[in-house]
């Protein structure tokens, strides 16, 4: 339990430093650009707030920890590799990226330069955050 409210924890902090980070950059590109291109931006930035949510969504759904503080994922038919489930939340995270942003550069036609700066912004939220996964105390 104490890894899943940790995850918890990191996964909040990591979506307000990106949605801090896409605003301030949607103000400054407000200032020198068109509303337009602000509008685009914060767009790219919720694509990456996006993916970062699912992905952290499915770290959560296996972020059980059983008395040997093991981590532990159910399934019907047996046990499964943790590790396969961190990759299935890793290929959800990169698919809905890639539908999002080809959906607002082609289907949306918002300005694709404004959608990159503001997708690389928010992604460097993630450098602020510390990444998903909670720090084990050293021993």
């Given at each position: 339990?104490?890894?899943?409210?940790?995850?918890?924890?990191?996964?909040?902090?990591?979506?307000?430093?990106?949605?801090?980070?896409?605003?301030?950059?949607?103000?400054?590109?407000?200032?020198?650009?068109?509303?337009?291109?602000?509008?685009?931006?914060?767009?790219?930035?919720?694509?990456?707030?996006i993916g970062t949510?699912?992905?952290?969504?499915?770290?959560?759904?296996?972020?059980?920890?059983?008395?040997?503080?093991?981590?532990?994922?159910?399934?019907?038919?047996?046990?499964?590799?943790?590790?396969?489930?961190?990759?299935?939340?890793?290929m959800l995270k990169?698919?809905?990226?890639?539908?999002?942003?080809?959906?607002?550069?082609?289907?949306?036609?918002?300005?694709?330069?404004?959608?990159?700066?503001?997708?690389?912004?928010?992604?460097?939220?993630?450098?602020f955050a510390g990444?998903?996964?909670?720090?084990?105390?050293?021993?």
């Amino acid at each position: 339990m104490q890894a899943k409210d940790s995850l918890s924890v990191t996964l909040r902090k990591t979506l307000l430093i990106q949605a801090a980070l896409t605003g301030l950059a949607a103000i400054v590109a407000l200032l020198v650009k068109t509303p337009a291109f602000a509008l685009a931006l914060v767009y790219g930035g919720a694509v990456t707030s996006i993916g970062t949510g699912l992905q952290a969504w499915r770290l959560l759904k296996i972020a059980t920890t059983n008395d040997d503080n093991e981590p532990a994922v159910g399934h019907v038919s047996g046990q499964l590799s943790v590790g396969t489930e961190v990759f299935k939340g890793a290929m959800l995270k990169i698919g809905s990226m890639i539908l999002l942003l080809a959906l607002g550069m082609g289907y949306l036609k918002l300005d694709p330069l404004a959608i990159i700066i503001g997708f690389s912004v928010a992604y460097a939220g993630l450098l602020f955050a510390g990444g998903y996964a909670p720090r084990s105390p050293k021993r």
